[in-house]
């Protein structure tokens, strides 16, 4: 199961701050948080991640509470072609040590509207 | 920037063929891994690969197979298609090291089965 929580759906008007939130509570130390988009048929896309402290690059910032259970993602000013479903990654580690996969869950459909 | 190919976008095989998908990553990382997606369920582990000649089931192995005799190949391989094996099928790879790595996806192969 995802450790992740998301809402299934969200609107935003374009050209206005789309947050999007994920609760993972269960999150471990060692834990970094990942945002992911998924446009239509095409393959997930990177967007951040981050450990404890706020990020923010090209695409989005990062919001991750103090105790780390919950995180927001921000895109500052939504487009259209920002349309898609964005995923809330917690990375977790396989018995041998090495870095393991990626659960995801099933994510927020964002709608941008004009 | 790291290149994840997979070799079809598009497949249609008939139930008992037996179907290869193929993925290329072009930046020496040693994790691989095979998900697919479908409507409501999200993306779903099937197998993936720490390194060369190693693998490790995932959440839905059932009916799947994977190779992975080079390091930049990771086959998914369907030794007879059943039409519930239809779906978009993802590739993707890290290096790896800390949680900080990124997971990088390719296209996704949809493949469809009558």
């Known amino acids: 199961d995802a450790k992740t929580t998301q809402p299934p759906s969200m609107d935003c008007a374009e050209g206005r701050a789309a947050n999007l939130p994920c609760n993972h509570s269960t999150i471990s130390g060692n834990e970094y948080v990942y945002w992911y988009r998924q446009i239509h048929s095409q393959g997930p896309q990177y967007i951040i991640h981050g450990l404890k402290n706020n990020e923010t690059n090209e695409m989005a910032s990062l919001i991750i509470t103090e105790d780390r259970k919950s995180s927001t993602l921000i895109l500052p000013h939504a487009t259209l072609r920002d349309t898609a479903v964005y995923y809330c990654?917690?990375?977790?580690?396989?018995?041998?040590?090495?870095?393991?996969?990626?659960?995801f869950g099933k994510g927020t459909k964002l709608s941008v509207k004009p | 920037d790291v290149k994840v190919t997979q070799s079809s976008r598009y497949l249609v095989k008939r139930t008992g063929e037996k179907v290869f998908l193929e993925c290329v990553q072009d930046m020496d990382h040693e994790n691989m891994f095979w998900y697919r997606q479908d409507p409501g369920l999200g993306l779903r582990l099937i197998y993936f690969s720490y390194d060369v000649k190693m693998k490790e089931k995932g959440d839905i192995p059932e009916g799947y197979s994977v190779s992975r005799e080079k390091k930049e190949r990771f086959s998914l391989i369907l030794e007879s298609a059943s039409t519930n094996q239809t779906s978009m099928y993802l590739c993707a790879s890290i290096p790896h090291g800390s949680g900080a790595n990124v997971l990088t996806f390719g296209a996704g192969s949809r493949l469809t089965v009558l």
């Open positions: 990654i917690v990375r977790v580690r396989d018995r041998g040590g090495s870095q393991g996969n990626l659960i």
